[in-house]
């Protein structure tokens, strides 16, 4: 058989521009932005507030168009699916983490993470047997008949991430995922979107200012004011950081 180079490639954008109508003018908020994102990598975009970092992400999800350019979620334009296709999609291979967790106060655990399987219409056996062996996973079976309400930043957003690994996770876009956390939260929440890339073989993009991230990112790029510029660690020697020669 045929290997087929575009099977890890989960999503392609190629120069996305988007813009906002503001007081009767359009202002550019994504600029000719170009992205691949594969299976079992993490993607980091590092960018000020501002400077398109969600606009990227809804994009990136078929939440809003593209204004101009291309985007392929799953090998196919997004322009050859049906609205009723790209919300399966939705449902079924992409998950969200977000900064203010969105878990749902009047759920508990288990159910906040079985809310996307009910909604890609998994029966419930079958959801019971996931959400078990997800808990089991990241050893928190204990909280499971728990509300969200008596757990911790950090727990919250554990959940979450469940939540948007339950349906398979292939592609797992966060939003700025640590800012509402404190250091050892955060150090735990980049653990584990690591985890997910290289231990579910998602695709996983997150948006955020946190630099802790660099290390577990395949790929880092940088943002600003819409445009999209991969960035490239300095090169490391003997354990310090290479400095450009100055001229003599
Ligand atoms: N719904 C909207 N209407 C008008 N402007 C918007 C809207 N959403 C975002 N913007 C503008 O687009 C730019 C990028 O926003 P955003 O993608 O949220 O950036 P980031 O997530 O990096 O903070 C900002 O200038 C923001 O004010
Ligand atoms: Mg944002």
């Known amino acids: 058989m045929r290997a087929n180079p575009q ?16 007081g009767g003018e359009s202002r550019i908020v994504l600029r000719e932005v170009s992205l691949r994102a594969e299976r079992g990598e993490l993607i980091l975009l590092l960018g000020p507030s501002g400077s398109g970092k969600t606009t990227l992400l809804t994009i990136a999800a078929g939440l809003r168009p593209p204004g101009s350019g291309t985007l392929s979620l799953f090998g196919r334009d ?41 909604l890609a219409g998994w029966s419930g056996t079958r959801i019971k047997d996931r959400i078990e062996t997800l808990l089991g996973e990241v050893d928190m079976l204990r909280l499971g008949g728990r509300y969200p309400r008596s757990l911790s930043q950090g727990q919250r957003q554990r959940v979450a991430l469940l939540r948007a690994m339950a349906n398979g996770g292939e592609l797992i876009l966060a939003d700025e995922p640590t800012a509402s956390l404190d ?56 354990g310090t950081t290479k400095e450009p020669q100055s001229t003599p």
């Open 7 to 22: 099977r890890g490639i989960v999503l392609a954008m190629d120069d996305v521009s988007a813009s906002f109508a503001a």
């Open 78 to 118: 997004i322009r050859s699916y049906r609205v009723r296709e790209l919300q399966q999609i939705r449902a079924s291979r992409i998950g969200f983490v977000f900064q203010d967790f969105k878990l749902i106060e009047g759920l508990t655990v288990r159910q906040n993470v079985a809310l996307p399987l009910r």
């Open 183 to 238: 250091r050892t939260s955060s150090l735990e929440v980049i653990r584990r979107l690591a985890w997910c890339a290289e231990h579910h073989r998602s695709s996983v993009i997150v948006a955020s200012h946190d630099l802790r991230m660099v290390d577990s990112a395949a790929r880092v790029y940088r943002i600003d004011d819409g445009s999209l510029a991969e960035w490239h660690r300095r090169p490391v020697v003997s």
